[in-house]
């Protein structure tokens, strides 16, 4: 069971494998947790993000097309999506680091929170369009495919991203 | 663009994470699955009610009749019941009355 594939996997969801379905999350949760993080920039939001992605596939695995598109592009687009809509979205920042109680790692306290702060500036699209692109290197075809949005619009979303960016960290 | 990201320190996700994304999908699908065996369980329970005959009819009807007939012959009960006929018993009888003497009275 182990050696099957992603695709393989999702097909045995649909017989209800719970077995199945483990080994999907425990091959891939700890991965989509970090994608979910850069987008949310909350651990406890992540964590929901990848948990409803999660269940979304255990509950209809029927949604991901065989294909369409391979596992991983289509759970992306379930975890960004999610990332993207969450309603918590209009939070404040809260720091989930443990280096934030140590008083001998402030300097590394102080460059996160400002990282933290800029990418919050940004609407969480621009965030989730740049750190697909710039961070996790997908092609941009496959970056508007997992946004559900057209090569021109990812385009325009990195173009104004990158400027927002690049003047609040200057 | 990549190193601002890179920079970006991801917190580690909580140990028990996966356990909990396992247990939480266990019980969605019983969930789902309930409200269906339900509904058809008090659908077939309401049709047995209403298909059912009326308990308080006391005659048998003639299949139920012949049913019980054909299951007696074909093992063959009736073939081993035997009827007897009683010798008459005529003269004990007469003992008997002879004893106190009621035959005497008899003309």
């Known amino acids: ?170 | 663009m990549k190193d601002i990201y890179e920079k970006l320190e991801v917190p580690e996700p909580s140990a028990d994470l996966e356990e909990r994304i396992i247990a939480a999908a266990a019980p969605t699908k019983k969930t789902h699955f309930f409200p269906k065996l339900a509904v058809a369980a008090a659908c077939l329970l309401i049709t047995l009610i209403i298909l059912q005959p009326n308990s308080q009819q006391s005659e048998l009807s003639e299949s139920y009749l012949a049913e019980i007939a054909f299951f007696d012959d074909q093992y063959g009960f009736t073939d081993n019941i035997k009827f007897i006929e009683p010798e008459p018993q005529f003269e004990d009888i007469e003992f008997f009355d002879d004893q106190y003497g009621f035959a005497d009275d008899i003309s």
């Open chain 1, 1 to 170: 069971m182990l050696e099957k594939s992603d695709e393989e996997l999702v097909e045995m969801l649909a017989a209800q494998n719970g077995q199945a379905f483990a080994i999907l999350v425990k091959r891939h949760s700890r991965y989509f947790y970090n994608v979910a993080y850069r987008i949310v920039l909350s651990k406890e939001t992540a964590e929901d993000i990848v948990q409803k992605a999660f269940l979304k596939i255990w509950e209809k695995p029927q949604l991901w097309k065989a294909g369409k598109a391979k596992f991983k592009t289509w759970f992306y687009r379930v975890v960004c999506n999610l990332a993207i809509d969450d309603k918590r979205r209009l939070q404040p920042v809260n720091l989930d680091f443990d280096v934030a109680q140590e008083e001998n790692e402030e300097t590394d306290f102080k460059e996160q929170e400002v990282l933290h702060s800029a990418l919050k500036t940004i609407p969480e699209r621009q965030r989730a369009a740049i750190m697909l692109v710039y961070f996790e290197e997908i092609k941009q075809t496959e970056a508007a495919e997992i946004l559900g949005i057209g090569i021109k619009a990812l385009e325009s979303l990195l173009s104004r991203g990158k400027k927002q960016l690049q003047e609040i960290m200057q």
